[in-house]
């Protein structure tokens, strides 16, 4: 299958060597995503809940660009510094989300790119219309 590289300037570009997402077939690979704010690739400030939300609306504005949605969403990887914000996660991800949820996985981490403290990353799968 051929590979297609998604790639939208509403989501931060890429801050090394890989795309945003790649599409294989009805699969996309969405690349991690920290709370970078698009336009001027800073980390948001402020807290926890809106470095949460950033993520989430950086990862919705690369699922558009493939063709789909946050509800396409298979799996879901989330990477914190620290697991004490994991009920956060839930709690924002709950607005976001919605059942069936997806597959998910939240991993401690010691460090993430740029002084992060949380990362996502997903795998979506889009139906053929």
């Known amino acids: 299958m051929k590979r297609q590289i998604i790639q939208t300037d509403a989501a931060p570009a890429a801050i090394g060597t890989y795309s945003q997402a790649v599409r294989v077939g009805d699969t996309v690979y969405l690349s991690g995503q920290i709370p970078l704010q ?4 800073e980390l948001v400030e402020g807290d926890m809940e809106l470095q949460i939300r950033q993520i989430f609306d950086n990862l919705t504005a ?3 660009a493939a063709g789909g949605s946050l509800d396409d969403i298979a799996k879901l990887n989330v990477f914190l510094t620290d697991l ?3 009920p956060l996660v839930n709690q924002v991800m709950s607005e976001y989300f919605h059942e069936p949820y997806p597959a ?3 991993i401690g981490v010691a460090a993430l790119p740029k002084g992060a403290e949380v990362e996502m990353d997903a ?3 889009l139906s053929q219309a």
């Open 104 to 106: 998910r996985a939240a």
């Open 123 to 125: 795998i979506l799968h």
């Open 84 to 86: 004490s914000h994991f």
């Open 38 to 41: 698009p336009a001027t690739m």
């Open 62 to 64: 690369v699922a558009r």
